[in-house]
């Protein structure tokens, strides 16, 4: 083969080389990968180590929420605990996310009214931070929710880096509660890398409530770091809990890339999203199956 031959059919082979990979990145962008299984939002996991099982997806209660209301609250009595109650009944939902600062206790006690205590899973959050407004706080929560036993109260939106000894009273009631049946499981709700940094490096930690979604969006750090300290977690039994995974928001119009990136890290046992209505809630259930 003359030289010039070779230089023209090498340029072509390297030209269509190109354009072929070019075309199965842009494939990948479209067609991502299948996931190692199917999953559901009724699916039953177990978080971590606590024996705690429920459903996979926790119908939050708790958007924009803070002063003691939130989206969910803001529906009204009736739309929330239908809200509730519908997620249960209607789609196996079994998990209740909540919290003292969203004020949407009452409306959780009433949809746990008409379930059995035992069918369905409570999450609640204190930002109390001293050990006699904690201890305070859990007789209120019960007396708020109707129940004797909380299955799940953290410590709400920790940010310091030395919370573990900084909180140690804290930490001590919630210890208190537990080895007394008032609660299953304690933990703490995440809301800077160097919080999740320590609760991941501290034994008493049973659950995390952390923020992932793939665009690193009210994240403690850029998604690939948060998915390291989750692993260091997980190899530890704690259970995780997922939040923000549509970026407070942000993602509310690429739900289903969101969805299938939560699955597919492998690191959450459950996670929670706050729907709006039942058709949003029966959009998030068909989102997760069709992942």
Known sequence: MLRRDFLRWSARTLGATVLARSAVARAALVEPEPLPRKFSAQDEVTLGRTGIRTSRLAMGTGTVGFGGSSNQVRLGDAPLTRLLLDGYHENGLR??????SYGSHPYVAEAIRHIPRDKVTVLTKTDTRD?????????RFRKELGVDHIDIVLIHCVTEGDWTTRYRGVMDVLSEAK??????AHGVSC??????????ASPWVDIDLVRLNPIGSHMDADPDTVISVIKEMRAQGKGIVGMKILGQGDL?????????????TGVLDAFTIGAESPSEQSD???RIAAA
Do not use: C
Not at 179 to 184: H, L, N
């Open 95 to 100: 998990f209740f996310d909540s919290a003292d």
């Open 179 to 184: 080895d007394k049946g008032v609660i299953r």
């Open 284 to 286: 998030l259930i068909q």
């Open 252 to 264: 509310r119009r690429r739900q289903s890339e969101a969805i299938r990136f939560a699955l597919g």
């Open 191 to 200: 809301h800077s890398l160097p919080a999740l940094r320590a609760a991941a």
């Open 131 to 139: 050990p006699a407004g904690v201890r305070a706080d859990l007789d």
